[in-house]
């Protein structure tokens, strides 16, 4: 059987200067920047979601340094999305009944929000990809990039998009149309976190090697419409401790929008322990905090959606170059977690990386190594807001929450006056997948039924998300050996893919008094829990058909 989305069947190539995998942020900034160095570059930005947009989810809180750079003036303009400017920022810490303010003249100053806007990240993108619209970028929505090409010295030169039509067997149906071949001087990769063309190319080139492993959690997210006497347009909210016990890192947040909307989100770090957990229930006990649980009388919710964060930090970025292209923005790991923000550096990461590739393009070269990026992006902007943040999560990893966030303020702290750390710079030494137990080591968690009013059960959320696919396309999510996930997810970790998922995607059913594994692909919201998580990597995310999956408006 052919392998879903690269059947070797005749194909229309395409060629240009530079291919762009993702329009998040950063793959909209590179391209935006080489355009604005070169108009005369053909840049083509290749979009699996149906839109621009459809697949962007974040909290978000946007700090404007890297837009500023990218476009100087935007302000002046009346089209932009920055329209909530942080008002008031609180960090509160959870118990069970309590909460209790953290006065932010004890936070360091990478944690403070005030400059900041609160914003819908799908909405920045929408804005980014008009203005690169507007200075000659081609943007292709609804094609998946699934497939690298590589040139006679094993350089990549391009990349393939899915094949359309394929049924759910992997062989071409009646509307069967093959993927085109793009070919560029550069490609870079701008997929987000735990992007399967990143995967791709860190384990051929190794870029992983000597660097710590990549850590990530997952962030669930909602948006409601509220009551207008309970909005206060800019108050950020951001909350430690329960429901998560101090073993398990994470926490939540709410940040209050334009015209009566909120976000509410929470964040579980996937380095937990327990098989039991689920994050998506996690994320319903956190609204019912009596802190919280106010502000939903006479709310509607109007939104779902959830999507890996990576939170490893500096030691855990890989090398960003390869021979012929480079990684950008959260599919090169650069989020920085004590402020949960990225979209800065991953414009930062594209404008740096565009400047790159058009010198090395005027100097007549294709296809070879950006050496001069790997140093580059870590002595400017990136590199100095993630430096000294880099010791907050492994030291979160290892002493837990209450502890582990005293140590990496003291830190940050520390840095913030004397420019080194006393820990160095500590290592993550396992992965998030190794780092999940057996069942047996752990009781199982009740957790309470949804009343359908403030809390909710996954099939209701996932109808927020807008899903689309195609009746008869392939599944997406690849089962490397079935005998595995009965010897090993289920005998010995209580089957965690039906927790974990935020989704509801797997699932063990009783068949004739055996368990299958069923899987409900077409409940996907592209969030890769389940290929970082799986304890015996045995589950592998690879693009759906171009167009498949959520549909966000404003998340």
């Known amino acids: 059987m052919p392998k879903y989305g690269i059947c070797d069947h005749a194909r229309e190539s395409m060629v240009c200067d530079v291919v762009i995998v993702g329009a998040g942020p950063a793959g909209l900034s590179a391209a935006i920047r080489l355009k604005q160095m070169n108009p005369s570059l053909c840049v083509v930005v290749l979009e699996k979601a149906a839109e621009v947009g459809a697949h962007i989810l974040s909290g978000a809180i946007v700090d404007p340094v890297g837009i500023d750079v990218l476009l100087p003036g935007w302000q002046e303009e009346g089209d932009h999305p920055f329209k909530t400017l942080v008002e008031k920022d609180h960090l509160i810490f959870l118990t069970a009944k309590s909460s209790f303010c953290i006065s932010n003249f004890l936070l360091p100053k990478r944690m403070c929000n005030s400059g900041n806007f609160v914003v819908s990240l799908g ?224 414009i930062f990461s594209g404008i740096i990386t565009a400047e790159h590739v058009d010198a090395a393009i005027m100097e007549g070269r294709f296809n070879d190594d950006l050496v001069e990026l790997d140093e580059a992006w870590r002595l400017g902007p990136i590199g100095v807001d993630l430096f000294p943040v880099r010791n907050v999560k492994p030291l979160w990893a290892k002493y837990g929450t209450k502890l582990g966030i005293f140590l990496g303020g003291f830190d940050m702290w520390w840095q913030q006056f004397f420019s080194f750390s006393l820990f160095g710079t500590i290592a993550h030494t396992e992965s998030d997948a190794s780092a999940l137990e057996p069942a047996v080591m752990h009781n199982p968690i009740e957790y309470p039924p949804p009343d359908n009013v403030l809390t909710f059960d996954r099939i209701s959320s996932i109808d927020l998300s807008n899903l689309r696919y195609r009746e008869q396309e392939p599944c997406h999510l690849q089962v490397k050996d079935e005998n595995l996930l009965r010897i090993s997810e289920l005998a010995i970790y209580e089957g965690p893919s039906t927790r974990y998922c935020p989704a509801a995607v797997y699932e063990w059913t009783d068949n004739n008094k055996t368990q299958e594994y069923v899987i409900n692909a077409k409940n996907c919201i592209h969030c890769k829990t389940c290929d970082i998580k799986d304890p015996d990597q045995n589950i592998d995310w690879i693009p759906p058909e171009g167009g498949s999956g959520p549909l966000y408006y404003d998340m």
Request: positive net charge; contains cysteine.
């Open 123 to 346: 909405q920045v993108c929408r804005w980014l990809a008009d203005k690169a619209e507007k200075l000659g970028v081609e943007i292709y929505s609804g094609y998946s990039a699934v497939k690298f090409l590589y040139n006679d010295i094993g350089a990549v030169n391009g990349v393939i998009t899915s094949d359309m039509g394929l049924g759910k067997d992997g062989f071409p149906g009646s509307n069967y149309s093959p993927g085109i071949a793009i070919l560029g001087k550069y490609v870079l990769i701008g997929e987000g976190a735990r992007g399967s063309l990143a995967k791709t190319v860190i384990a051929r080139y190794s870029l992983d090697k000597g660097r710590s492993y990549q850590k990530y959690g997952i962030g669930l997210k909602e948006i409601w419409e509220i009551d207008p006497y309970n909005h206060q347009s800019g108050l950020v909210q951001h909350f430690l401790g329960w429901p998560l016990d101090d073993s398990t890192g994470g926490g939540g947040f709410l940040y209050h929008l334009e015209d009566g909307k909120i976000a509410i989100g929470f964040v579980v770090h996937l380095d937990y322990k327990n098989p039991y957990l689920s994050p998506f229930e996690e994320f319903q006990r956190f609204k019912t905090h009596p802190a919280l649980s106010k502000i939903f009388l006479n709310a509607k919710r109007v939104s779902y959606g959830a999507r890996a964060i990576s939170e490893g930090g500096m030691q855990s970025v890989p090398k960003l170059v390869f021979p012929g292209g480079a990684l950008i923005g959260c599919a090169a790991g650069l989020l920085n977690l004590p402020s949960l923000k990225g979209s800065h550096n991953a």
